[in-house]
């Protein structure tokens, strides 16, 4: 995905938990500067009404939607079908007699208006999913993943946060064994329905949130969207509704920020942040947008003290040592390329990218043995049941 949704920020670094970091003393914050930013009265110049807030039915239907719905799963006779036939033809083109759903980065929208544009991104589609799923009597709910990162080698101290959403359809349980799939399989269990299918592994961290947390993402990714559009009014009052539904999330606060920082209003933004350390003093998306704001201010000190946090976090990253490898193996220093992924699989077993690299290096050097450890690693990780 080329910008996935559910937070867009300032400069971010993705989120995991592999640094060695820890912050010893409380993350302090001005309480007056929160308020004052709470309140609306430097964006609209007054405090924001209730009655502006935005208020959005995310798991709406049109009438059209349940017929559609209704009528590409009529021949499927069981739930784990009903899923599948609903999910391909939501992505089947228009001309083959789906509703030809293509993936767009543009915009968060509702799902009436991604079923209507045909065009959505991860969260959109989840919601267009997960409706008319349930119209349809299944069990689906919107499932949280944490995507591992992939970093840009050029400026490495820099990256697009992502958090992705998809689709969980519970099957009915005659065992007590919890298998999860991905749709287009042929095991049984819990369904998962991707609209980027080919980037999800089941080993990822993974969890069902509940509708207040979806509805929250959702205002925060939107405000962000209006926000780089330059609707400074809109966008504040997005994030204002995301607090509100939901004000425990770290990486809302880094949102909200992320929007006074647009504004240049650096004071509030560094309060902003500080209030989200205090949430979560292991956000290291915060840590990096406020190295970058005190550069801004002038304060080397503190510039360097949150930079040097983030690259220790990032250089503990099996994904940044996996990014390493992949540079050291193109100039084929593969001795330093394949102990950076030995570390890395200690710390991440069940990357399948970690073994492919691996063998392709032990092919290029006639290690044979070591390559086919590593194959068969990847072909166990590719037969495994979760």
């Not at 609306?40 to 559609?68: C, Q, W």
């Not at 228009?94 to 980065?105: E, K, L, P």
């Not at 840009?152 to 009915?172: C, Q, W």
């Not at 998306?285 to 946090?309: A, C, F, P, W």
Request: proline residues 3%.
């Amino acid at each position: 995905m080329n910008l996935p949704a559910l937070a867009i920020v300032f400069v971010v670094l993705l989120l995991a938990g592999c640094s060695s970091v820890v912050q010893k003393t409380a993350f302090s914050t001005n309480k007056g500067l929160v308020a004052n930013a709470l309140s609306g009265e430097l964006i609209l110049g007054r405090a924001y009404k209730n009655d502006e807030l935005p208020s959005v039915d995310l798991f709406g239907l049109t009438p059209e939607m349940r017929l559609f719905a209704e009528t590409v799963t009529a021949n499927a006779r069981h739930k784990d079908s009903k899923a599948e036939a609903l999910h391909q033809a939501l992505m089947t083109s228009s001309a083959h007699g789906g509703r030809g759903i293509t993936y767009s980065a543009m915009i968060t929208n509702t799902g009436i208006d991604a079923f209507q544009q045909r065009q959505a991104n991860c969260l959109s589609y989840t919601l267009l999913f997960v409706a008319m799923a349930r119209h349809l009597g299944l069990n689906a709910e919107v499932n949280e993943v944490m995507l591992p990162p992939t970093w840009e080698m050029r400026d490495n101290d820099t990256y697009l946060f992502m958090r992705h959403v998809n689709a969980k359809v519970f099957m009915p349980r005659k065992h007590m064994f919890s298998w999860v799939r991905v749709a287009e399989t042929a095991d049984v269990g819990d369904i998962v329905v991707d609209l980027e299918m080919r980037r999800f592994r089941p080993h990822y961290k993974q969890n069902v949130i509940d509708k207040d947390l979806v509805a929250a993402q959702f205002y925060s990714n939107r405000g962000m969207e209006l926000s780089a559009q330059g609707n400074r009014h809109e966008a504040f009052l997005y994030l204002r509704k995301a607090l509100l539904v939901n004000a425990d999330q770290s990486y809302i606060w880094s949102n909200f920020g992320s929007f006074y920082r647009r504004q240049k209003m650096l004071p509030e933004a560094e309060a902003i942040y500080l209030h989200g350390l205090a949430l979560n003093p292991r956000d290291y998306t915060i840590m990096h947008n406020l190295s970058g704001l005190y550069l801004e201010q002038g304060d080397k000190v503190k510039h360097k003290e949150y930079q040097q946090r983030v690259r220790q976090h990032r250089n503990a990253n099996p994904y940044y040592m996996f990014k390493l490898a992949e540079e050291l193996a193109q100039r084929n220093e593969n001795d330093k390329a394949l102990e950076l992924l030995r570390k890395a699989i200690k710390k991440e077993k069940d990357e399948e990218r970690f073994y492919r690299l691996a063998a392709e290096i032990y092919e290029r050097t006639a290690d044979s043995e070591n390559a086919k450890l590593m194959r068969d690693k990847i072909y166990q990780l590719s037969t495994i049941r979760f």
